[in-house]
């Protein structure tokens, strides 16, 4: 069983909806919550980060976080075409060095 | 612009090839990293330098040796290519013991036949 969890999708939705991403882990260890998109044939980049549990809002963008769960979601509200992307959820605790750990990634697509 | 530099962006080995892999960073990252992903696999660590002069082992590192050269330079060497590291290879970089800002490449395609 993998230590993070995601959903590959492909999960496409109109223009305008919202988007509800999620990850499941098994590591308790796990302190910080971090949110990647990756455009076709690019590297991830950083677009959300949460330390232990709580919600983070940054525009558009929501992340949550329920330790007791072991579940982080996140929510992009009036989708646009340019939100277009593989998500990755990743993880790291202090105890393993910060290394992050990757879920598999959720490929979305915004209809026009 | 400021960020992690790779090179090459594609390459083609015949099995049993060797190759290095080169990664530069301009913002006076301390930690650097070497990522592989496959399809569906999210992205797993091969190697790591948490700072100059210091290389560990990743998830996955069988297969790969690293250098870090200096500061700026971590590099990749595959000593003989098998069709299994197939992938994609992403460099990334880091302040030491910040928990979150990596920075990435954009990643090399290697295609081993």
């Known amino acids: 069983q993998k230590e993070v969890e995601q959903d590959p999708g492909p999960l496409s939705v109109p223009e305008g909806a919202i988007v509800s991403l999620n990850c499941t882990y098994s590591n308790s260890a796990f302190q910080y919550f971090m949110w990647y998109r990756q455009y076709s044939r690019k590297g991830p980049e950083l677009l959300m980060y949460t330390y232990s549990s709580g919600n983070k809002e940054d525009g558009r963008f929501t992340a949550q976080v329920d330790k007791s769960s072991k579940y982080i979601s996140l929510f992009i509200r009036d989708s646009q075409p340019s939100d277009s992307a593989t998500y990755l959820c990743a993880m790291s605790a202090e105890a393993a060095g910060n290394k992050l750990t990757f879920g598999g990634g959720t490929r979305v697509l915004v209809k026009p | 612009n400021a960020g992690v530099t790779q090179t090459p962006k594609f390459q083609v080995l015949k099995t049993g090839q060797s190759m290095t892999l080169q990664c530069a960073q301009d913002m006076n990252h301390n930690s650097m990293y070497w990522y592989r992903q496959d399809p569906g696999m999210g992205l797993r660590l091969i190697y790591y330098?948490?700072?100059?002069?210091?290389?560990d082992k990743g998830e996955v590192p069988n297969g790969y040796n690293v250098s870090r050269l200096n500061k700026r330079e971590f590099s990749l060497r595959l000593e003989s290519a098998a069709p299994s590291q197939t992938s994609v290879y992403f460099c990334?970089?880091?302040?030491?013991?910040?928990?979150?800002?990596?920075?990435f490449g954009s990643g090399t395609r290697l295609t081993v036949v």
């Open positions: 990334a970089s880091v302040e030491r013991g910040a928990n979150y800002g990596y920075t």
């Open positions: 330098s948490a700072s100059e002069g210091t290389t």
